[in-house]
């Protein structure tokens, strides 16, 4: 059974940074050839799509974002440990909401939720104004 599991969630001010960490294990699942994607969901609204970084091929990783969160969020993803990364810098009131890490054994990276097959459970970022 493959596991993610996020962290690095919490509360912070208007301004301030944070750092997102999933761990993925488990099941047959190859961590390297996987589209690795965070999500978001506030209160009252759809899961929103946040950024993702494609499977590891001959040229590397590409990376890709919402409009609203570029220049200001970066993913990474670290293949040896099977981690993914999101560092989130000059947050704003509008970035609250619960993250989730997800993971698509497709062959090109997407933006929508449903064509991902791992999903870990959330980890809550609040940011204050």
């Known amino acids: 059974q493959v596991q993610l599991v996020e962290s690095g969630g919490g509360l912070v001010q208007a301004g301030g940074s944070l750092r997102l960490s999933c761990t993925t294990s488990g099941g047959t699942f190859t961590f390297s050839r996987s589209n690795l994607g965070w999500f978001r969901q506030a209160p009252g609204k759809g899961r929103e799509f946040v950024a993702q970084i494609s499977r590891v091929t001959w040229s590397g990783s590409s990376t890709y974002y919402v409009d609203s969160v570029k220049g200001r969020f970066t993913i990474s993803r670290d293949n040896a440990k099977n981690m993914v990364f999101l560092q989130m810098n000059s947050l704003k009131p509008e970035d609250t909401a619960v993250y989730y890490c997800?993971?698509?054994?497709?062959?090109?990276?997407?933006?929508?939720?449903?064509?991902?097959?791992?999903w870990g459970q959330g980890t809550q970022v609040t940011v204050s104004s």
């Open positions: 997800a993971a698509s054994r497709e062959l090109a990276a997407t933006t929508t939720p449903s064509t991902y097959d791992y």
